[in-house]
């Protein structure tokens, strides 16, 4: 299956509300960098995180699990049928990830330190963990984007005025680049799959050690099972997702034969994700904190209503051939992910001795809505330069 640059326009009606949101969390952002986080967020000694780390980030590892999913089903499990969802499913992941990172930049006080972890290791840290974990395996997702990268320019390099004598060795490197990437691909795509399974894991281990400070209805010695678990029941639906959007922002037929096949998975995945999760609780005897129908119970039962909801979805074969019933399934399962991992990093976690509740500010709202905007944006400039979707999803040019 041939995959080729889309033949659109980038400026639509759509992309210009997204440059305003894009704009407007930029406009949040500089004032976080010159007068620092107080200036912009409700964080405080007390709360030392909130919206950014609870959906940037830690929902924004579980959102891009569509990259490591998609690999090991095609080239781990060899479904070659699934090829096409390969590449838009990488660049979502490396897009994502990418605004994990900055997401982390951005949230910690002296963000000039980011750096530190790479030469200041604590091997008996969680979060150390996570962090090398996510920064090696961007760089993995950056690299299995080079073939990409090399499909788009080799063979087409054409450099202006006294740069043509670089035409030649530009072009050769490329081929070289190629060849040696052709060869050890298989390589970092394993990589990545294991580094997927650390850190996502390793999210649910940094809550675990938090002890006492969490709610019970989230805290549990099998917190680092349920995160992998979610993370990998909301990789396909992630991928239905992004397919069925760019379909119709491209103006193309979506691809239901394979989208299908992939919905009709999600099901049973769901199932192992809700009897770890309803285990969990029968063996903790924890059900009787949903009892109590405080702020904390109420956003636990809208948690597992959405995944639940979404498993009987996936269950009905009409919804697997349906574009827009896949695509209603599918956004459940992703707002259950998100308001699992929202409700463990910001409602479960109460730090001892905080005097007030935490409610993300104007500013943190705007930065988070205006990056999501911005990956969205670089998202089609990505699609419409490079070959990621395949050819026959693209309708003749206009």
């Given amino acids: 299956m041939i995959a080729s640059p889309v033949k659109q326009k980038y400026f639509t009606p759509g992309v210009v509300i997204l440059v305003i949101l894009a704009l407007n969390g930029l406009a949040f952002l500089a004032v976080r960098f010159i007068s620092g ?18 959906v940037d980030v830690a929902a924004g590892v579980a959102l891009a699990a569509g990259g490591f999913t998609s690999a090991a089903l095609v080239h781990v499990m060899q479904r070659e049928h699934y090829h096409a969802i390969v590449r838009p499913a990488l660049l979502t992941a490396m897009l994502g990830y990418t605004f994990v990172a900055f997401a982390v930049c951005v949230d910690i006080g002296r963000f000039y330190f980011i750096w530190h972890p790479l030469i200041m290791w604590n091997g008996n840290s969680a979060l150390f963990e996570v962090g090398i974990c996510v920064m090696i395996y961007l760089t993995v997702l950056y ?25 030649k060795p530009v072009d050769s490197l490329l081929r070289v680049l190629n060849r040696g990437l052709s060869r050890t691909m298989f390589v970092f795509i394993i990589f990545g799959v294991v580094l997927s399974t650390l850190h996502q894991s390793s999210l649910g281990t940094l ?9 019970p209805l989230w805290q549990t010695p099998v917190l680092p099972l349920l995160f992998l678990l979610s993370a990998i029941a909301v990789g396909f639906p992630m991928i239905i997702f992004e397919s069925l959007i760019a379909s119709r922002s491209f103006k193309m037929k979506p691809e239901m034969n394979i989208l299908s096949s992939l919905g009709s998975m999600v099901a049973p995945i769901l199932a192992i994700y809700l009897a770890f999760k309803f285990g969990d609780l029968v063996v903790r005897n924890a059900f009787h904190y949903v009892l109590i129908f405080d702020t904390a119970a109420w956003m636990f039962i809208a948690e597992l209503s959405l995944i639940i909801i979404a498993f009987i979805l996936f269950l009905s074969k009409k ?9 209603i399934a599918s956004s459940l399962v992703i707002a259950g992910v998100l308001l699992n991992r929202v409700n463990n990093f910001i409602i479960a976690y109460n730090p001892f001795f905080n005097p007030k509740s935490y409610f993300p500010s104007i500013g943190e709202i705007s930065v988070t ?18 070959p990621v979707i395949s050819q026959e999803k693209i309708k003749a040019s206009n």
């Fill in 207 to 215: 809550m675990v050690i938090a002890g006492q400070k969490m709610h």
């Fill in 369 to 386: 809505i205006g990056c999501i905007a911005l990956l969205v944006l670089v998202y089609r400039a990505v699609v419409l330069i490079f």
């Fill in 37 to 54: 986080l107080g200036a912009v967020t409700n964080l405080d000694n007390y709360t030392p995180w909130g919206l950014w780390i609870g």
């Fill in 319 to 327: 919804t697997v051939d349906s574009p827009l019933r896949l695509f």
């Fill in 143 to 167: 690299i299995e984007f080079l073939p990409i990268v090399i499909e788009r320019f080799m063979f087409r390099v054409n450099l202006p005025g006294l740069l043509k004598i670089l035409n």
